[in-house]
């Protein structure tokens, strides 16, 4: 697929390409704590894994995601000792435990990826566990990520892709301030249990949405109001 940015690279000088492709490189997210009124995100551990194992399987994350499944403790090591590292390293992105500020006990995962250090725009998922779902716990890490983005970071753009059918995903990112950009048509695939118990690929729309620094403006009342809490604490 051919773009404005990648046909606009193609007249530069190839050197001077290389610069900047050298530049964007050498951004990366730092290891931080984000604080709100009921959770706290960090970067993910060793001794998340058998509560991110167990997230993983869930049916909801299966169809969703492209997540292996079975989700084994030994692909959450994985995770947790290689591949979030490396995309940190690389400045691709970093993946965030999300707890329950009084338990400790993992809620869920918010994950940056795609980011573009130039352009200072990064694209954002979450995933929640089931049993902590209906509480507003993904809008809540999603809103308090991109607040973090915007102040300390200065980003200009967070990016959501929600497939066609994922109603609560697209609810998260309607309650945060996010605005719909249009549709991908056929970009998505998300899979679906066979009779025989299986999973197969099914192909469907993405949903594209953004959320810029300006958009955030209101986001706390019309957060609370939609769940019953109150403003974010600040972050660490």
Same mark, same amino acid.
């Given at each position: 697929?051919?773009?404005?940015?990648?046909?606009?690279?193609?007249?530069?000088?190839?050197?001077?390409?290389?610069?900047?492709?050298?530049?964007?490189?050498?951004?990366?997210?730092?290891?931080?704590?984000?604080?709100?009124?009921?959770? @706290?995100?960090?970067?993910?551990?060793?001794?998340? /894994?058998?509560?991110? =194992?167990?997230?993983?399987?869930?049916? !909801? %994350? *299966?169809?969703?995601?492209?997540?292996?499944?079975?989700?084994?403790?030994?692909?959450?090591?994985?995770?947790?000792?290689?591949?979030?590292?490396?995309?940190?390293?690389?400045?691709?992105?970093?993946?965030?435990?999300?707890?329950?500020?009084?338990?400790?006990?993992?809620?869920?995962?918010?994950?940056?990826?795609?980011?573009?250090?130039?352009?200072?725009?990064?694209?954002?998922?979450?995933?929640?566990?089931?049993?902590?779902?209906?509480?507003?716990?993904?809008?809540?890490?999603?809103?308090?990520?991109?607040?973090?983005?915007? @102040?300390?970071?200065?980003?200009?753009?967070?990016? /959501?892709?929600?497939? =066609?059918?994922?109603?609560?995903?697209? !609810? %998260? *990112?309607?309650?945060?301030?996010?605005?719909?950009?249009?549709?991908?048509?056929?970009?998505?695939?998300?899979?679906?249990?066979?009779?025989?118990?299986?999973?197969?690929?099914?192909?469907?729309?993405?949903?594209?949405?953004?959320?810029?620094?300006?958009?955030?403006?209101?986001?706390?009342?019309?957060?609370?109001?939609?769940?019953?809490?109150?403003?974010?604490?600040?972050?660490?």
């Amino acid at each position: 697929m051919l773009h404005a940015g990648q046909f606009s690279g193609a007249l530069t000088d190839p050197h001077e390409s290389s610069k900047v492709t050298e530049r964007r490189m050498t951004s990366t997210f730092p290891n931080i704590s984000i604080s709100t009124e009921r959770l @706290g995100l960090r970067p993910l551990d060793e001794d998340d /894994l058998p509560a991110l =194992a167990e997230m993983m399987n869930d049916e !909801q %994350v *299966a169809a969703w995601t492209d997540v292996p499944q079975p989700f084994t403790e030994e692909g959450a090591r994985r995770w947790i000792t290689q591949y979030a590292p490396a995309e940190r390293a690389a400045g691709r992105g970093i993946d965030l435990a999300v707890t329950e500020f009084l338990t400790q006990r993992l809620v869920g995962v918010v994950q940056l990826g795609k980011t573009n250090w130039r352009v200072r725009s990064t694209e954002l998922s979450y995933i929640i566990a089931p049993w902590a779902r209906g509480e507003g716990y993904a809008s809540e890490a999603a809103l308090a990520t991109a607040k973090w983005l915007f @102040g300390d970071q200065r980003f200009e753009r967070v990016e /959501l892709r929600t497939a =066609a059918d994922n109603t609560a995903s697209q !609810q %998260v *990112a309607q309650k945060i301030g996010c605005i719909s950009e249009g549709v991908l048509r056929n970009a998505c695939i998300v899979h679906v249990r066979t009779e025989d118990g299986t999973w197969t690929d099914m192909r469907t729309d993405f949903i594209v949405w953004s959320l810029l620094p300006e958009d955030l403006e209101g986001s706390d009342e019309q957060l609370a109001d939609s769940r019953g809490f109150g403003s974010y604490a600040q972050w660490n």
